[in-house]
């Protein structure tokens, strides 16, 4: 299966952030195979190299991760033949979310590769997303790499995001920047997302499918940014103190997800 890679201008604006976006509406193609994800993931690494983090979900996600708020939806340990991995749903809830590292307990580097694998079990009603968030403090302060899910269940961009205090004691998010799939991808099949975050001053943001770059940005940390919403709002800082890793879904979506690694970029 050919997919097609549409790289795009940044969804989010920062007054005077630079954004590396794609090459003026110029397309890239990569090859993803049709069984990406079909075949039997084991709960270990593929490789030697060791992580500062990891959870393949082996021994279940409570383990290493802080329950579900009262809010969220059912979180499920799943296990399909000898592959073990979480369910998160969201069908009845606004979101589902987990959250490790607060403390950081695991590590405390703030720059960092994070990847996730996700499946879509169950699609929205409504255009929905699946997220990995990083530098978290609590579930309102954070950079993100999201996947965005269409009614059908299949996936149609990833993008960058940070949520920030919108100075009023209310929270908003950011969609920063977006790399949009030409052609939507399957649900049902496990799809890898990343990001990778660098500096404490200025921090650079890379997104990733699988192994290609989608999306970048360069948050000065300074900048009033725009809401999704439209609004504009306070920039927030670099959250250079924060370690926090989670996982949210949102509405309308049930999801598996597997194999969380943080490593060193």
């Avoid at 960058?160 to 009023?168: A, E, H, L, Q, W």
């Avoid at 799939?181 to 499918?209: C, D, E, H, K």
Wanted: glycine letters at 8%.
């Amino acid at each position: 299966m050919k997919v097609m890679l549409l790289f795009l201008t940044c969804a989010c604006t920062s007054q005077s952030a630079i954004v590396i976006s794609a090459h003026d509406g110029s397309t890239v193609s990569t090859d993803v195979p049709a069984e990406v994800g079909a075949q039997a993931v084991t709960d270990t690494p593929d490789d030697a190299t060791s992580p500062l983090f990891s959870d393949y979900f082996g021994s279940g996600y409570e383990v290493k991760w802080l329950p579900p708020a009262s809010g969220d939806g059912l979180v499920t340990d799943t296990q399909n033949g000898s592959n073990k991995f979480v369910t998160l749903d969201s069908s009845k809830t606004d979101f589902t979310r987990l959250r490790t590292n607060l403390d950081g307990s695991f590590f405390t580097n703030t720059t960092i590769t994070a990847t996730m694998k996700l499946r879509i079990e169950q699609a929205p009603n409504t255009t929905s997303k699946v997220r990995l968030d990083v530098r978290q403090a609590t579930e309102n302060l954070f950079y993100a790499v999201g996947a965005t899910i269409a009614v059908d269940g299949s996936m149609t961009k990833v993008s960058i995001f940070k949520k920030v205090d919108d100075g009023t004691g209310n929270y908003t998010i950011c969609s920063l920047s977006e790399g949009k799939l030409a052609t939507p991808l399957a649900m049902n099949l496990w799809r890898t997302i990343g990001l990778t975050i660098r500096g404490t001053s200025s921090v650079q943001l890379t997104a990733y499918f699988e192994d290609t770059e989608m999306a970048s940005f360069v948050d000065d940390c300074l900048s009033p940014l725009t809401a999704t919403n439209g609004t504009t709002v306070l920039n927030g800082g670099c959250f250079a103190n924060q370690t926090g890793l989670g996982i949210q879904v949102e509405q309308g979506v049930v999801a598996s997800v597997d194999d969380v690694v943080v490593t060193t970029p």
